[in-house]
T-cell receptor
Framework: GDSVTQTEGPVTVSESESLIINCTYS????????LFWYVRYPGEGLQLLLK?????QKGSSRGFEATYNKETTSFHLQKASVQESDSAVYYC????????????FGDGTQLVVKP | DPKIIQKPKYLVAVTGSEKILICEQY?????MYWYRQSAKKPLEFMFS???????DNQTASSRFQPQSSKKNHLDLQITALKPDDSATYFC????????????????FGEGSKLTVL
């Protein structure tokens, strides 16, 4: 089926360290998957962080980057230097651009950034 | 100010009863959705609506009935509640042109956490 698997949390890093949260996807019924990272900051609703709809392309936002790799079916989230304000839960997600926004989410990875 | 309002934030119900979860969005979007997240499970798509019409339904049970009285409202009625219905229910919205540039850019509410005893 269609699914997403991501790094199990919590992930704890110190401020200014680098970060990678792994995400792999399975898109058996979706011909052209769209890939997303969503984020939920404490006390806020889930919101889109970045999205990439074309294989081989990279998306970036707020210092985070993710590259859509069709060969390895991966969409890892990276940041060179995290800040305490990046502490949140990050969700990798898979969608079908031709469907009605039915999006498949991963379990979420809690990121804790220590000062 | 929150642009997607869900009420109530928390509710407790007894098995067999009925509850309505309220969702209003003030983003001017044309599409609204319900997602559910049970304990230790990923966020799961339930319904999508566009211009108050049902577009997609991935919920097997007819006990879950969305209700859209206005373009910016999508309530969720749940009847004959069961303990397995315990979850946090998230409403979302988007400005959709199905398959277009906005696809996948959903805006979520903070959720309504339902506990069924």
């Amino acid at each position: 089926g269609d699914s997403v698997t991501q790094t199990e949390g919590p992930v704890t890093v110190s401020e200014s360290e680098s970060l990678i949260i792994n995400c792999t996807y399975s898109a058996t019924s979706i011909a052209y998957p769209n890939l997303f990272w969503y984020v939920r900051y404490p006390g806020e609703g889930l919101q889109l962080l970045l999205k990439v709809i074309t294989a081989g392309q990279k998306g970036s936002s707020r210092g985070f980057e993710a590259t859509y790799n069709k060969e390895t079916t991966s969409f890892h989230l990276q940041k060179a230097s995290v800040q305490e304000s990046d502490s949140a839960v990050y969700y990798c997600a898979l969608g079908d651009g031709n469907s009605n926004n039915r999006i498949f989410f991963g379990d979420g990875t809690q990121l804790v950034v220590k000062p | 100010d929150p642009k997607i309002i869900q009420k109530p934030k928390y509710l407790v119900a007894v098995t067999g009863s009925e509850k309505i979860l309220i969702c209003e969005q003030y983003l001017g979007h044309n599409a609204m959705y319900w997602y559910r997240q049970s304990a230790k499970k990923p966020l799961e798509f339930m319904f999508s609506y566009s211009y108050q019409k049902l577009m997609d339904n991935q919920t097997a049970s007819s006990r879950f009935q969305p209700q859209s009285s206005k373009k910016n409202h999508l309530d969720l009625q749940i009847t004959a509640l069961k303990p397995d219905d315990s979850a946090t229910y998230f409403c979302a919205s988007s400005q959709e042109d199905w398959g277009g540039a906005n696809t996948g850019q959903l805006y979520f509410g903070e959720g309504s956490k339902l506990t069924v005893l």
